[in-house]
């Protein structure tokens, strides 16, 4: 069970800069919350009557970062304690089939698949625990540490509430069937397919090869079951392995995993991809450009600042506030990632209300887009 936490009340570590336009709609009333009662100035909170200053949030913050990287080691550890094993396991069950030439020892390969199914699941128990440690990672990393990292980068409003949620009622972030799916592309597939070209070639070899189908058929009888029984029953339980393994491929709610952007790519775009590499040369990754949109009502001043600043084109839209029903601008612009986290304090020198929103594009296609020089 997780550690006991701080307190459940906990503000984001960056304190909030001024009041921005609510995020329902750029026009809608501002509800500005009050200090904390009791709070000094300068305190992100009161703990246990005692008035908590940034030094000791921070300094908490990082006690608990290392104890969850920590726990998140000890668990990924434990992953690969159980691979081990099927490992292991798979390596004796084969030599000790194929030691000797006797066609009733091909049982002992299905027996070994059964063991690898079951540290399969076993493996999949694990990640999930794993994956919790590792939301809480990748928590404190996007919104407390990046924070630090990239000003005036500021982290989100529900931050701390996530996380004291995740402390005090602790859930899997994902799914029994996400995690036996991820666990089984990871490592099992290979470790199963081999157990299942074995199993074929012992029952094909031994105690004689066999030069016919019916011969083939009696090699794989396991005493008075019949060998098209066997058969099908094997090939029938490895389909349903590799079709759990290879169906839950959409899911992704982990968070401990490092995901390409494409998505899983077929053989066909695999062979594609790798004839433009060869014919293009070997490229290192590109950042994604970023997609700016502010509502304003100042247009053409957040506008000129945007040009000035930071030499991108703006485009203007003819926008109108719902709630209040002013007219208001809506200014387009596509920048280069680092130039994002700069952006909002630029349209807020200028504009306080403004609404703004950045979001990541997959591609900026158009003459005039260039990075900075």
Do not use: C
């Amino acid at each position: 069970m997780p550690h006991p936490a701080p307190d459940a009340d906990a503000p984001p570590a960056v304190e909030p800069s001024a009041p921005r336009a609510s995020a329902a709609g750029a026009d809608a009333p501002s509800a500005t919350p009050g200090p904390i009662p009791g709070a000094a100035p300068g305190s992100p909170w009161v703990f246990g009557g005692v008035r908590l200053g940034s030094s000791e949030f921070a300094n908490a913050m990082i006690h608990f970062y290392r104890a969850e990287v920590t726990r998140a080691n000890v668990w990924r550890q434990r992953l690969d304690m159980t691979t081990n094993w099927a490992v292991i396991t798979t390596g004796a069950a084969l030599s000790l089939t194929f030691g000797s030439t006797a066609s009733h020892l091909h049982v002992m390969i299905p027996i070994m698949t059964l063991m690898v199914t079951l540290f399969l699941i076993i493996e999949a128990r694990r990640y999930r625990y794993y994956e919790l440690w590792a939301l809480r990672v990748r928590l404190m990393e996007v919104n407390f540490f990046a924070a630090m990292l990239a000003p005036p980068h500021q982290p989100r409003a529900d931050w701390a509430g996530s996380m004291a949620d995740s402390l005090l009622h602790p859930k899997y972030p994902i799914s029994t069937w996400e995690a036996v799916g991820r666990r089984f592309r990871r490592n099992y597939q290979y470790i199963l397919a081999l157990l299942a070209i074995a199993w074929l070639n012992k029952i094909l070899l031994h105690p004689t090869p066999a030069r016919s189908v019916e011969e083939f058929l009696k090699h794989a009888s396991i005493g008075w079951i019949p060998g098209e029984v066997v058969l099908s029953v094997g090939l029938a339980f490895n389909v349903l392995l590799f079709a759990i393994g290879w169906l839950t491929v959409g899911l992704r709610q982990t968070r401990g995993e490092v995901f390409d952007e494409a998505g899983l790519r077929t053989p066909m775009e695999l062979l594609q991809s790798a004839g433009r590499t060869i014919q293009e040369g070997l490229h290192l990754p590109r950042r994604h450009e970023q997609l700016g949109h502010i509502i304003t009502a100042h247009g053409d001043e957040v506008a000129q600042r945007i040009m000035q600043t930071f030499g991108r084109g703006v485009t203007a839209l003819p926008g109108k506030g719902m709630y209040t029903g002013e007219d208001r601008t809506v200014l387009m612009v596509a920048m280069d990632p680092t130039q994002a986290t700069y952006l909002k304090q630029a349209v807020y020198d200028v504009d306080p209300k403004a609404f703004v929103i950045i979001h990541g594009t997959e591609h900026v296609i158009g003459a005039g887009f260039e990075a900075p020089s």
